[in-house]
């Protein structure tokens, strides 16, 4: 047995060999396989990365059928139950868990980059009185590339390593900064005393006291929720990220183009449309009701399905404890029993166990960002907070690989063959396209 695909092309009975490496064999492999002399070459076609690695990655580990999932080799449970969010940033960045001295000084740095220079202020100051928090995150975060403009210099190093800390220490005082804004709130400056969710909450929740208190059980349960989000390998905000910076962008446009891509339902904007979800059935009596209408094809069940786990989603299993945890606490949310009654009802339905359907790490993640006192607007800004270590990671290694290029597929043309232009008083009526 050799660790090669053999394959027949059928349209010239030629016979190729592609080698089989790490479980893959290279697309350009098939190139080969060609029809004629002025052929390109057969190429694969896999719209939406069904079934292709677009990297070499040793970041995050997930085994999806399993409900695997690990940052570094080191398994997200004991993560979760023994870390902290900085420390697992750093993990993610650097690829080793910090010393004693080595974490002093990554928080120290991290702390004294929390501050945003005065015009970014006054530029969030400029949005709508009711913009979203997430629209206004995306935009301040990519106008931060005009505060430093060394960051074009992806190449180098120790620029690379500034704009890391800039951008893990900035990411939450514009997420604070935005939901004040919405609520009509003065903005609050960050705390140096304070720990990273500490310091966090303080800027989102503050008002006239002159320290904020932080309950320590609420400053955990954050602690825990950063850490399950922290990164989650190949998913569409990560290749966004990834693609980006294939340009030579500097980091800060392209976390901003990543944090769009989070923004969509289907992705971090899931845990907002959870909420919206279980607002609109308002009852645990209306639960099967919804649940047919979703096996008839109207909606989704939001919260359930995941593109790479078929199995209990790990994060999601944390996340029930911790928001168990914070319930205590903050006094149990309503919408906590129809989301329960859902899952029970969904976990049993052939329609979702056929197809694979439990559970994702934003089943859950709402209903206790919604007890904090957070307003749905708020779940994603939440979620790209500490996905901004992720997402850095995902750049730094993805700048750095010799292999990498422009990211830039190819495509199957479908369109008209080559034709005449038409003088406009010539056209007849031309066919509406979408
Ligand atoms: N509710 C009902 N049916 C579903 C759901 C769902 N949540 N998710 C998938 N399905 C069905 C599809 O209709 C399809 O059925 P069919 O085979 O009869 O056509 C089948 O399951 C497969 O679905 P796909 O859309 O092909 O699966 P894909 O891997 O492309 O999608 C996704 C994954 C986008 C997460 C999907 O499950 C979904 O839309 N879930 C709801 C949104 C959500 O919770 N997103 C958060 C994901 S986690 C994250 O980003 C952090």
Redesign the pocket.
Known sequence: MTDTLTFTDGRTGTTFDAPIEDGTVRATALRQARASDDDFGLMTYDP?FMNTASVRSAITFIDGDKGILRYRGYPIEQLAERSTYLETAHLLIFGELPTQEELAHWAHDVTHHTFLHENVKRLMEGFRYDAHPMGMLISVVAALSTFYPEASKVDDREVRMRQVVRLIAKVPTIAAWSFRHNQGLPYVYPENELGFTANFLSMIFRMAEPRYCVEPALERALEVLFILHAD?EQ?CSANVMRSIGSSKADPYVSLAGAAAALYG????G?NE?VLRMLAEIGDVRRVPEFISS?KAGHG????????VYKNYDPRARIIKQTADEVFEITGRNPLLDIALELEKIALEDDYFVS?R?YP???FYSGLIYQALGLPTAMFPVMFAIPRTAGWLAQWLEGVQDPEQKIARPRQIYMGSDERDFVAIEDRGRAATVA
Do not use: K, Q, S, Y
Not at 300 to 307: I, K, N, Q, W
């Open positions: 939406a989650h998913n339902p289907l992705h971090g899931a449309a979703v989704r069940l939001m919260g359930f399905g995941h593109r197809r359907l994702n790490v934003d």
